[in-house]
């Protein structure tokens, strides 16, 4: 019954190591986004996609590459992984797009660790 | 693009207090203003949102002011209980694509 679900919850890799990150909404919302959270907590959004359609794409090393096949669905591939990707990433989704952006619902997270 | 500053960074507070954050944004088109507590481990998660054309907002122990021509907003706990202790979040809506844009974040410490 989980609203917005990712997986895995943790990632423990080793540098130079391409990792994905899969996230599912059941909202019905049509618009998700990742954040990554730092080790000081900095909320940073990297990605939002609106049906689909990439929208927000904040600088962002291109070794990171976001996959929407639907809707409800945004995944998040990390080539060549560097000891700064450690970090917590949350898929999130809301409804509307623009100034009628509803509430944000975020997953659980996933902790990634570069070795 | 909107810029938003949150303070203080870390606020330890005796049970029963009260305690206030602040953030202020650049944007004066921002429209939306949630906040968000993220408890140890946890996922974010929306306690309480106003919106520009609101001043003022209360459930229960928290409230949310909104002062436009300051540009600022601030989030008031009352009776704080240990159970608030969390780190907590101001966003705003800025005026570009809809997207929030996200304060640095407040560690709050609610000593029993």
């Known amino acids: 019954d989980t609203a917005v679900s990712q997986t895995p919850k943790y990632l423990v890799t080793q540098m130079g190591n391409d990792k994905s990150i899969k996230c599912e909404q059941n909202l019905g919302h049509d618009t998700m986004y990742w954040y990554k959270q730092d080790s000081k907590k900095f909320l940073k959004i990297m990605f939002s996609?609106?049906?689909?359609?990439?929208?927000i794409n904040e600088t962002v090393p291109n070794r990171f590459s976001p996959k929407s096949p639907d809707k409800a669905h945004l995944n998040l591939h990390i080539n060549s992984l560097e000891l700064g990707d450690s970090a917590v990433y949350f898929c999130?989704?809301?409804?509307?797009?623009?100034?009628?952006?509803?509430?944000?619902?975020f997953g659980e997270g996933s902790r990634l660790t570069v070795l | 693009g909107e810029n938003v500053e949150q303070h203080p960074s870390t606020l330890s507070v005796q049970e029963g207090d009260s305690a206030v954050i602040k953030c202020t944004y650049s944007d004066s088109a921002s429209n939306y203003f949630p906040w968000y507590k993220q408890e140890l481990g946890k996922r974010p998660q929306l306690i309480i949102d106003?919106?520009?054309?609101?001043g003022e907002k209360k459930d229960q122990r928290i409230a949310v002011t909104l002062n436009k021509t300051a540009k600022h907003f601030s989030l008031h706990i009352t009776e704080t209980q240990p159970e608030d202790s969390a780190v907590y979040f101001c966003a705003a809506r800025g005026s570009t694509l809809g997207r929030l844009y996200f304060g640095r974040g407040t560690q709050l410490t609610v000593w029993p």
């Open positions: 999130a989704s809301s409804q509307g797009q623009g100034r009628n952006t509803g509430e944000l619902f």
């Open positions: 106003i919106r520009s054309n609101v």
């Open positions: 996609y609106n049906n689909k359609e990439l929208i």
